[in-house]
């Protein structure tokens, strides 16, 4: 076995010790992380450890992807909304989990090398758009889950919006450095949360969320 694959036993093992759901931690043993990584960075990509991406913006740590993908309760049916591809290594998690996956990213830059990975792994359920001035990806609308991967002030309601009655939505919440992770239901005009605990998200920008 190379070190990569070692290190990649490893974390799964790891994971496997808090994360219960088997379906996410057999997506998480499909994906190859390093592939989603910059060169300089293949060695560390089994480390449970977020690192850059470019653009000042960083692929989470693997325990909170999977963490994040559990909450969702995916079983295969769902379409799924995924705000911040990043390096699209969350979106391909969930296109092995989703019917289909709509990503949306700011940075163009980003969601071109996200998608051009995801073709090259054959992850073809999962459609990456460059986000607009309205919060997620309206036009897909409504979604059965939502996931917001960088840090919110409030839960937005312009992403409520385009999540479905009896929907879950995952979104760190909170000031810019220290966030709860927060599962948000929907029932109507019933709005649920419970925090999965802390964590530390890049900043969500644009409307309903921070400047710049
Ligand atoms: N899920 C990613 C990591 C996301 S980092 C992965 O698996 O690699 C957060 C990303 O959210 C950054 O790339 C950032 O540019 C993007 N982002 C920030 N605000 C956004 C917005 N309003 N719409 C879409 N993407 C946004």
Not at 189 to 202: A, M, Q
Request: contains cysteine; proline residues 6%; hydrophobic residues 45%.
């Amino acid at each position: 076995m190379t070190n990569l694959a070692e290190a990649r036993q490893r974390l799964l093992e790891e994971l496997g010790r808090s994360i219960r759901d088997q379906r996410v931690l057999e997506a998480m043993a499909r994906v190859p992380r390093e592939r989603f990584v910059p060169p300089g960075y293949q060695e560390m990509a089994y480390e449970d450890v977020p690192l850059p991406i470019g653009e000042g913006q960083t692929i989470s740590q693997p325990f909170i992807v999977a963490l994040m993908t559990q909450a969702l309760r995916l079983s295969g049916a769902q379409r799924v909304l995924e705000v911040g591809t990043g390096s699209g290594y969350q979106a391909a998690i969930l296109g092995h989990l989703a019917r289909q996956v709509v990503t949306v990213e700011r940075y163009a830059d980003l969601a071109d090398a996200a998608r051009a990975r995801l073709g090259e792994l054959g992850i073809a359920n999962v459609e990456v758009q460059v986000a607009g001035a309205k919060l997620g990806w309206p036009a897909g609308a409504p979604y059965d889950a939502i996931i917001v991967t960088a840090a919110a002030p409030a839960v937005p309601q312009g992403l409520l919006d385009q999540l479905k009655n009896g929907g879950i939505m995952v979104i760190p919440v909170g000031p810019r450095d220290h966030q709860d992770l927060l599962v948000v239901t929907k029932h109507g005009d019933r709005i649920g949360r419970r925090s999965l605990g802390g964590c530390r998200f890049v900043p969500l920008v644009g409307e309903e969320a921070w400047l710049e």
